[in-house]
């Protein structure tokens, strides 16, 4: 029996050995994995953006709001730091519907949330009202297009724009239809908001101070369709340029009514018109080289490589092209950020300095400040269109 134990113990054995099997040490213990490093510190900048998104200039509007949202992108792209701490640029956009009310409505809204600071509003007439808003709150704005003189003459220290004022528009407008365009006699029509009266008034100084003769001056307003009673007035009168003070949804149907009436004159208006939508809104009413206008601002020579390439970026982040201040907007909102990176400060006390310290190189070209915030040797564009596209004539500084 005992002899049968252990012959069955060496053959369990033997088995064993044959099938490989053999008693393991036991595993070591997996390492400790590496602690990972804890995230950087950041901090959230609200930026407001305000314009019409709404009503009958909503594409000039989301074409001044995508330019803040393309800066807006590439700031957080950059991963800037401020006081040590990596910068989450927000954009809080408001629409004002091109209305005084809504936008001191959209203004208050802004201040609520405790915005950092504020690119718009678009219009002279909501950009004005807000401005009171903004400036009792202490927050700094800049506006891409708002060209009425009394935007940067109320006394204010944080309102900025990089664009050229009325003064500078119209009066060179002025200047050209009676020096280039050889106009002896010129009508005016303004919208009666404060970008369209302000621009107009301009105009006929300029056109009085070259030696033209204004012979007629009417007015409508921003949401008028029918124009045929004024238009009938001053075809009485033969002029050989029309000036229209008003944006491009008005100007559109005044140029359809104006061929209808078999006027021939000239038509111009300033940048409010000076839009990519306009051939469309006038249809088949607009002859080549038969429409002028201006946009406050251009550039030339080396710089207009960095805007031709913002325009085809822009192409092709929103399937649009630029209407007029997309690029104004971008900039606006670079300037803006980079006061803060300065003033190493989101803080709108502490930046508002570095801000009118500004020397910024945009797309839109050079930008600084005077001491009223107006941008320091201001351009502008002539311009006309030919076969429904717009033709830049020459650049004014």
């Known amino acids: 029996m005992q002899m049968k134990m252990k012959l069955a113990v060496i053959s369990a054995a033997v088995i064993l050995a044959a099938c490989g099997k053999k008693e393991e040490a036991p595993a070591p213990a997996p390492a400790a994995a590496p602690a990972a490093a804890p995230a950087p510190e950041s901090v959230t900048i ?21 330019g803040a949202r393309m800066a807006i992108d590439e700031l957080n792209a950059a991963g800037l730091k401020i006081d040590g701490k990596v910068a989450k640029f927000e954009l809080l956009a408001e629409d004002d519907a091109g209305d005084p009310k ?7 809204k802004l201040v609520d949330a405790k915005v950092n600071g504020v690119i718009g509003h678009l219009n002279s007439g909501t950009t004005i009202p ?29 309102v900025f724009r990089v664009v050229a004022d009325d003064v500078h528009l119209g009066g060179t407008l002025g200047k050209y239809a009676v ?16 970008y369209g009266q302000g621009v107009a008034d301009e105009f006929e100084k300029g056109v009085t101070a070259a030696g033209g003769k204004v012979v007629g001056r009417e007015f409508t307003n921003d949401k008028a369709t029918d124009f045929n009673a004024i238009l009938t007035t001053l075809k009485a009168k033969k002029p050989d340029v029309v000036f229209f003070g008003g944006m491009d949804a008005v100007a559109g149907p005044m140029l359809r009514q ?12 300033s940048d409010g018109i000076c ?23 251009g550039v030339e020579g080396e710089e207009k490589a960095g805007m031709d390439k913002f325009r085809a970026d822009f192409k092709a982040k929103f399937n649009a092209d630029v209407q007029v201040y997309a690029p104004y907007v971008y900039d606006a909102t670079k300037v803006m950020a980079d006061a803060m990176v300065r003033a190493n400060s989101a803080d709108p006390a502490k930046y508002l300095e570095a801000l009118k310290q500004t020397n910024y ?3 839109t070209g050079a930008i600084a400040f005077d001491e009223k915030g107006d941008i320091k040797n201001g351009a502008l564009t002539l311009m006309t269109y030919k076969a429904g596209a717009r033709t830049t004539l020459s650049v004014i500084r």
């Open 258 to 269: 104006m061929k209808q009436l078999g006027i021939k004159a000239k038509f111009m208006g």
């Open 179 to 194: 020096e280039s365009l050889k106009a002896k006699t010129v009508a005016v029509i303004d919208d009666r908001t404060a």
């Open 275 to 297: 839009s990519s939508e306009l051939p469309k809104l006038a249809g088949d009413a607009m002859a080549d080289d038969m429409v002028f206008c201006a946009e406050a601002g």
């Open 102 to 108: 809504q936008g001191t409505a959209a203004a208050t």
């Open 130 to 158: 807000a401005s009171q808003i903004y400036n009792a709150a202490g927050i700094p704005q800049i506006s891409p297009s708002a060209t009425n003189p009394k935007y940067t003459r109320q006394g204010y220290n944080n």
């Open 46 to 66: 609200k930026i407001g953006h305000v314009g019409p998104t709404s009503g009958a200039i909503a594409h000039l509007g989301k074409d001044n709001e995508n």
């Open 361 to 363: 190189k945009g797309v």
